[in-house]
């Protein structure tokens, strides 16, 4: 089996290694400096400056390690093996060589790494015991060092590519959470907005040949439902676009709870009677803790527009210590449907809108109730908590 490559694209210009190539090579070389200078006896002329100067280039391969590890792992080999020829020195398996065959471990495939293990145990015998006999000990010291790198070379690259894909699988969750935003986005604005539009130009049909203020009203309407339906479309698919190409103009604020009256005077408008009441001492609120109010009460009403028939409506805001609830009520579906079909008419209600609700209110914490009265009739309450950190800043 084959691990993915993991060298680093190189930039024009820009220098084939980065500084923590350069730190690694440095201390690499730093390493088995000291350890030739310490543990070569220096009686026998073993320490040279000749010696120096090669532990010091065999560090210089692994500035390549990222882009050319295979590359860099054979010269680090070839050069440390003619320092071993070159000085007498006690079996070891230094710092350079680790970190070479480290690198190139990371990127071959299974046969080639045993054949880059098997070639570096056997050099590196080769080299330090010229001249000299071999002990058991030595060999295994190398076989286990060997082993020690490559096991952990593995272990590693398997760790990260984990890593790349729960990356990956956020990123992709993160995208679909997204879209399912916005499709809950353009469910709202599409139902709420074309239903209004829909009502309003069936009011002014049928007032066009009567009372003419009011066929102006319900057109002036429908005029304004439109362009903001069209602006909230097209700010909630420029998210699509985002990489695209550059924003030239801020976004529109989104709704709150102080945009209540406007929804609730559009669905008076478009026929259902509706009261509005504030209970409580009112105060702004989170944008998404509002936006999440904002979208309740209209999908609600819009609801009622759509199921309820002849009927009434209220909404509810109450602002309390710790949380806000919003209650929408209608008396629909009571008078003028049999008792038998209650459970259908309340049925009717559930669908997208519903989960799109409940769905918002859970992100935000809260809790969701919906369902149909005694004697007719629909109820949606919503309790919205707030945090410790937004109560105290809200009630300054």
């Not at 690694?24 to 310490?38: E, F, K, M, T």
């Not at 065999?58 to 390690?65: D, E, G, K, Q």
């Not at 990489?243 to 709704?255: I, K, R, S």
């Amino acid at each position: 089996m084959r691990t993915r490559r993991y060298t680093a694209p190189l930039i024009p210009g820009a220098l084939p290694w980065t500084r923590n190539d350069g730190l690694v090579a440095v201390g690499a070389a730093v390493v088995d400096l000291l350890g030739y200078l310490i543990g070569s006896p220096t009686e026998d002329g073993s320490v040279t400056a000749l010696g120096c100067i090669l532990v010091v280039l065999s560090a210089l391969p692994l500035l390549a390690r990222r882009s050319h590890p295979m590359p860099a792992f054979v010269a680090v080999l070839t050069l440390t093996s003619v320092l071993n020829l070159s000085s007498s020195q006690p079996s070891h398996f230094g710092a350079v060589i680790t970190v070479g065959l480290y690198s190139a471990a990371r990127v071959c495939s299974a046969p080639m790494t045993a054949v880059v293990s098997v070639a570096t145990v056997a050099l590196t015998l080769l080299s330090q015991g010229f001249g000299r006999t071999t002990s058991r000990t030595d060999i295994l010291a190398n076989v286990i060092a060997v082993l020690i790198v490559v096991i952990t070379a593995i272990v590693v690259s398997r760790w990260q590519q984990e890593v790349a894909a729960t990356r990956r699988l956020l990123a992709d969750r993160a995208v679909a959470d997204e879209r399912r935003r916005i499709a809950r986005e353009l469910h709202d604005i599409v139902a709420h907005h074309i239903t209004t539009m829909q009502l309003m130009a069936g009011g002014a049909r049928a007032n066009l040949a009567g009372n003419t203020d009011a066929a102006r009203d319900a057109l002036l309407t429908l005029e304004s439902s439109g362009r903001m339906a069209l602006g909230e479309m097209r700010q909630l698919l420029d998210v699509l676009r985002a990489g695209d190409e550059p924003e030239l103009a801020p976004h529109a604020p989104q709704p709150g709870a102080g945009d209540i009256d406007r929804i609730v005077s559009e669905s008076r408008l478009a026929g259902l009677p509706t009261e509005f009441r504030v209970c409580g001492k009112e105060r702004p609120l989170p944008p998404t803790v509002g936006l999440t109010v904002f979208r309740v009460v209209q999908e609600a009403l819009t609801n009622a527009r759509k199921h309820a028939g002849r009927a009434r409506a209220s909404v509810q805001l109450t602002y309390l210590p710790d949380r806000v609830d919003v209650e929408v009520l209608d008396d629909g579906a009571g008078a003028l449907v049999p008792v038998g079909a209650l459970e259908t008419a309340a049925a009717a209600r559930t669908g997208y809108g519903l989960i799109g609700m409940h769905e918002r209110v859970v992100l935000q914490g809260g809790t969701l109730e919906t369902g149909g009265l005694d004697g007719g009739g629909f109820r949606v309450a919503a309790s919205l908590p707030l945090a410790a950190d937004e109560r105290a800043e809200l009630l300054q």
